[in-house]
């Protein structure tokens, strides 16, 4: 076969030649290829691909509209092909948006808008689209009818690859007597595509998980070989309304950031921060800045005046300083900079520079000589010589303050002095980063180790920055315009640091729609008929600028299966993650959480847990991070795996509780039932023996095993129940008592008749060691049923 560069002119022309057969490729036609990362990698795949993205658009335009979701999703075959339709109650679309939404990849309104969404991309449903019409090569059909209209709009269209346009085959009008649609308004649309139904297993799983959080929605599908209905949980409501928020100051990224700040229109840092970023006020601004102005500048050490001891006069440094002013002012001049400085304590050299300027307009209030910024200058320049002269003294008690008392004061001596060494001329006005000052004592510890034969770890490195850091003055310098931190990616990344070293309030939730623990909770009971469901919803984190939720529920025991593995289910935006498990963060999480400290079987001690249990892990985010285009796994984001972990385990925690007193109870019921063996016996020897009656053992068992006795006595048209707490916790009891005659006079009891039977209900909470007695008055002929609620089998003795 001839290779492409064989048929290249040699010499002079053949760059010319390449680039002539170089050309663009529409979003559309690299798809076209490359259907498989869309999840269209096959016929099974790509049937129930299609149905999840028809299903999350029809999800996110129904509650955008306000309107509870009611959805239909056939599958038909036919033959050659399957037609799949899939119609929602939406709010419909207009007419000139169908031919863009379903026939344009990367067409939509959410991929800029930073609050939660199933789709965000605008790729989804049209990749459906382009995956019917590459397998079947007929076009798509939609019909959608707005609120309010009389007629709805009906297109037939392909996608054109080549330009990533739709090409419309049909358009024309409906009347409600030819619609398809089984409401007044919504969307229907019907695709053909080459496809099977071996992935049957997936797409149930997915509609089932679906309704699992989506509580409030109704989801019917009928295939070729059944039907399922997910009916809407009782008073589920809509999701709460989310809305669009601003990216937060923590984790942005320093390309991001580099781009925001050359799109914006503030001039200021300050401003910059305050309008371009969630939960950033002034206050905040502000030590935003001061903590960048901190990398970008650095600080200023600060210096003690000489001591008493010593033997240079400030004063007459001040004065030396000074000329062409005479000496009482000169002397008033001296003396206030030298109090300033004195009261200071310490002071660097900008603090040194604003004393001197305080000084002098002071003198010049009291005695109306001008001391200018020369003369200012000059003094400045004076003084700072002096309190440099001995920087190690200084530097001394600094790192005295921060080594143990471990050290002997001549490696700290040692140590101070080479510190100080490397202030000077490299250093003007002793102003230094806070890397530099490390680099600083690194090395000075480096040669005091090697000089002193000592030790001086890393943290008595960093207790020695630490410590120097703190005596350090900040700058009163102006930080850069918005527009020369853009173009300067150092500058950039010093104050993206300085935002992420800022403690910053944590993003509003209002971008988000989690499910909430209740709706959590009230899923999994829709769907799986277990013994025990738990659920916890997460604060809201940060990850790249953008917050998420993560919320996980447990179901386990009932009707589950009991043999292998839990099932995990995993959802993104509330969109059940069908593929690509093992590749997901969740499943990773989930496995490398240890399980038997939940009480659930684990071989190997990972992976993931085995028994009869169900487990899902919810991520509600902005911007949830996919592996692949394909959006069927959470990636590998340190974040999100750590809420992943914390959600799991909060409802594990539960679990654990509920699984220890499920054992407790079943040990307590086999010594109840070995009691029960042998009790009976016993009574019936020490009545013979004694001669008298038998005794209850029912009252015996609830005495021995510290149970709640309830019993129940009929005398003369009254009847009378007793609750007896043998334990020595309070016992919250619920008593109904069937009757089959009209009941009078009951107790503090309600009474409720209901199909010609009688319901007499308490709720009491009995104090250990206590008895409660109800009583009510009846015909002598009834009949009864009681139950009691609130107390577990194995701590309740019925005796009626």
């Not at 029809?58 to 509870?68: K, M």
């Not at 099932?567 to 935006?573: I, P, Q, S, T, V």
Request: aromatic share 6%; charged share 30%.
């Amino acid at each position: 076969m001839t290779s492409f560069q064989s048929t290249l002119a040699e010499g002079e022309g053949i760059a010319e030649e390449l680039a002539a057969s170089q050309r663009e490729i529409s979003i559309a036609e690299f798809f076209e290829k490359n259907k498989h990362m869309l999840g269209f990698d096959s016929g099974a795949r790509g049937l129930v691909t299609a149905v999840k993205e028809a299903v999350d658009n029809a999800l996110d335009a129904t509650e955008e509209a306000g309107i509870l979701p009611d959805l239909l999703v056939e599958i038909e075959d036919a033959g050659d092909y399957y037609t799949l339709v899939v119609e929602d109650n939406g709010p419909g679309i207009t007419k000139e948006q169908i031919p863009k939404i379903f026939g344009k990849l990367l067409y939509g309104s959410r991929f800029h808008a930073r609050e939660q969404s199933r789709g965000q991309q605008g790729i989804g449903i049209s990749a459906a689209v382009l995956y019917s019409q590459l397998t079947s090569g007929k076009p798509v059909r939609i019909e959608s009818r707005t609120q309010d209209s009389n007629v709805s709009h009906y297109y037939e269209l392909i996608i054109d690859t080549d330009t990533n346009e739709p090409e419309i085959d049909v358009e024309k009008e409906l009347s409600a007597a030819e619609s398809n649609l089984r409401g007044t308004h919504g969307t229907r649309i019907e695709m053909d595509m080459e496809a099977n139904m071996r992935a049957r297993g997936q797409l149930h799983d997915y509609i089932k998980h679906t309704a699992v959080v989506n509580p409030h929605a109704r989801i019917e599908l009928q295939e070729p070989k059944g039907e399922i209905k997910a009916e809407r949980a009782e008073g589920a409501g809509l999701p709460e309304e989310t809305e669009e928020i601003r990216p937060h100051p923590h984790g942005v990224e320093l390309g991001t950031l580099i781009k925001m700040l050359d799109d914006t229109d503030s001039h200021s840092v300050s401003g910059f921060l305050q309008g371009e970023f969630t939960r950033v006020g002034k206050k905040t601004a502000d030590n935003i800045v001061q903590a960048f102005l901190d990398r970008h500048y650095g600080r200023e050490m600060r210096w003690r005046p000489p001591g008493v001891e010593s033997e240079v006069d400030l004063e007459s440094v001040v004065v030396d300083a000074v000329s062409n002013k005479g000496a009482a002012d000169t002397e008033v001049f001296a003396e206030r900079v030298v109090d300033a400085i004195e009261d200071a304590g310490r002071v660097g050299y900008s603090e040194l520079r604003t004393l001197v300027e305080e000084a002098a307009d002071y003198t010049q209030k009291e005695t109306g000589k001008t001391f200018g910024e020369t003369v200012q200058e000059n003094v400045v320049e004076s003084v700072w010589s002096e309190l440099t002269v001995d920087r190690a003294d200084d530097i001394f008690v600094a790192v005295d303050a921060a080594t143990t008392s471990q050290k002997d004061d001549a490696t700290v001596r040692g140590l101070a002095e080479r510190i100080a060494d490397k202030f000077g001329d490299d250093t003007p006005r002793d102003r230094v980063t806070r890397d530099r000052l490390s680099e600083f004592v690194e090395r000075a510890a480096e040669m005091t180790e090697d000089i002193e034969d000592a030790t001086i770890g890393d943290t008595a490195r960093e207790n020695v920055v630490r410590e120097i850091w703190t005596e350090m003055a900040s700058v009163p310098d102006d930080p850069p315009l918005t527009r020369e931190v853009g173009a300067d990616r150092d500058v950039a990344s010093d104050l993206l640091a300085a935002m992420e070293s800022v403690q910053v309030m944590a993003p509003p939730t209002s971008c988000l729609s989690p499910i909430n623990a209740d709706l959590v909770e009230a899923g999994l009971r829709k769907e799986f008929d277990a013994e025990f469901y738990a659920a916890s919803t997460r604060d809201a984190d940060v990850h790249g600028g953008d917050p998420f939720i993560v919320e996980a529920g447990i179901a386990y025991g009932g009707e589950l299966e009991a043999e292998g593995g839990v099932d995990l289910m995993r959802f993104a935006n509330r969109v059940p993650l069908v593929y690509q498990r093992g590749a997901c963060a969740t499943t990773e999480v989930v496995k490398d959480i240890g399980w038997r400290n939940y009480n659930l079987d684990q071989p190997g001690s990972s992976g993931l847990p085995q028994g009869p249990a169900v487990i899902m892990v919810h991520v509600a985010s902005t911007n949830v991070p996919f592996t692949s285009e394909s959006k069927d796994a959470v990636a590998h984001v340190p974040a999100i795996e750590d809420e992943i972990e914390l959600a799991v385990r909060e409802a594990a925690r539960e679990l654990k509780s509920f699984l220890k007193k499920k054992r407790s109870m079943r040990k307590r019921q086999q010594k109840q039932n070995v009691i029960m063996d042998i009790l009976p016996k016993m009574a019936t020897k020490v009545s013979e023996m004694t001669g008298r009656e038998q005794v209850n053992v029912d009252d015996s068992l609830a005495r021995i095993m510290n149970n709640v006795l309830v019993e129940r006595e009929v005398e003369d048209g009254t009847v009378t129940l007793r609750v007896e707490n043998h334990g020595s916790s309070a016992a919250d009891v619920d008593l109904t008592d069937i009757v089959s005659a009209e009941p009078e006079d009951p107790t503090d009891g309600n009474v409720v008749e209901m199909d010609g039977e009688w319901f007499v209900k308490w709720s009491l909470s009995v104090s250990g060691g206590d008895t409660e007695t109800l009583s009510y008055e009846v015909d002598d002929d009834a009949t009864f049923d009681l139950t009691v609620d609130g107390i577990e089998d194995a701590r309740l003795t019925l005796n009626q």
